[in-house]
């Protein structure tokens, strides 16, 4: 089977993920990060036998929530300012500029002084437009419009937690964090054969849009997001597989929010990767503000079980290897955790190489025996996911959930997280809560 009517399969049976109804949509896209081309896509599900039908997969209406952070915040951060995974950033009461708008975050309470890899892995959404701020507008929608998110308009802060996109866009932009640092515009056609027997064909030539060191450093911190046990993305964690991702939600706008329950969320996506493909998927109503047409804490999570079944069913057949630590990127170990740091970074302080608790040289040699690690060949691949537990109705999940409920609306192996994050954006700057 191909990976086309694998995702259908996935879409449009309940053979992988018990859907709450057929009014629920999604669509994703999968594209090749080392060409850029699209090696399926998906425009909707239940739809019927339709020959003009919405593509959901290519619609710009929504905007990807917090998977936006990597891209408009912490990518330009890594980029221009050179900083470090534990660059600490202020997990505090902040107001938009120039307004008297507050920003919160699903749970409004406040860390105080945080790591950025700790914000991202929680999807923290003041540390996130903190970041922003640093970085500037002109600077970070500079380097989003490389990654092919192209904007008449001067984006605003609010934009650091939800650009308005499709999950073409999606795919192709994270491709680039997959692939050390080009941007491939996707493609649909390989070749054409004419009548003459000629044949023409296609490619699409990549451009350098990152240093290898942002895409391998973003990578880093994304991994944590599916594997940490205060990631917001590890339902789609797939045990033993090299892979990254990001979770974004919009929550209702607070002059409608009432009328929803209090976890209900409009949309949810989820952004992942490995080296071989580059995957985006979106989950919501067409009509989010009809009354039931909301997701709650159990069918926000439908995002995350189809990239896993997919990238599982992917990932077959396929080598299974770390992504390489580029010569400018060094370790050292911050509190215990494995954090990154480039040359010549103005987090790099005496201070802080005094308090580490291994130096960048012991732990570059760890490190490069875990990314020359691999797992051999289609048959590692296959255990992996015959032992992933979301595969399986008898098991408890292996990934993030905490607490004890359940929905028909996703594997009955699934519960809901107990901790939540990610954005809510709009048009124009919202006081509702943002949820995971």
Known sequence: MNIQKKLYQIANTDNYINYPN???????????????????????????NVTFGLNRAVQTDRTNGSTAKPL?????????????????????????????????????????????????????????????QAVGIT???????????????????????GLYSSTLQNAAAYAAFANGGTYYKPTYVRSIETNDGTVHNYSSSGK???????????????????????????????SGLYEAGKTG?????????????????????????????????????????????????SSVKIAQYIYKYAMSYMSTGKTNTDWKR??????????????????????????????????????????????????????SISSIISSSSVFSSQSSSSSSENSSQTSSSTPSSSTSPSSSSSSSSSSSLSTSSPTQ
């Open 249 to 297: 939600t919009n929550s209702y706008p607070s002059n409608v929010a009432d009328k929803f329950p209090s976890d209900a969320d409009m949309d949810s996506w989820f952004n992942g990767y490995t080296k071989h493909y580059s995957m985006s998927v979106w989950v919501g109503y067409d009509h989010p503000y009809e009354t039931g047409n909301y997701l709650n804490s």
């Open 22 to 48: 057929n009014n629920l949509q999604i669509a994703s896209t999968i594209v090749n990060p080392n060409n850029g081309k699209i090696v399926a896509m998906i425009g909707g599900r239940q739809v019927g």
């Open 139 to 161: 600077r970070a929608q500079n380097f989003i419009s490389k990654l092919g998110f192209k904007y008449k308009k001067t984006l605003e802060f609010q934009n650091g937690i």
């Open 326 to 379: 580029p010569s400018n990127v060094y370790v050292k170990y911050v509190n215990g955790v494995r954090e990154l740091y480039l040359a010549g970074s103005p987090d790099k302080t005496s201070s802080d190489s005094d308090s580490s608790s291994k130096t960048s040289s012991s732990s570059s040699s760890n490190s490069s025996s875990s990314e020359s690690s691999s797992l051999d060949s289609s048959s």
């Open 208 to 238: 350098q849009v990152m240093q290898s060191s942002t895409a391998y450093m973003i990578t880093d911190m994304l991994k944590d997001v599916l594997t940490s046990s205060s990631g917001t993305g590890r339902s789609a964690n797939i």
């Open 72 to 132: 408009m915040d912490y990518g330009p951060a890594i980029e221009y300012l050179s900083w470090a995974t534990y660059h600490k950033l202020k997990d505090t009461k902040y107001i938009y500029p120039g307004t008297n708008i507050q920003l919160y975050d699903f749970d409004h309470q406040y860390q105080g002084s945080i790591t950025m890899r700790s914000a991202l892995t929680q999807s923290r959404n003041i540390p996130a437009i903190r970041a922003l």
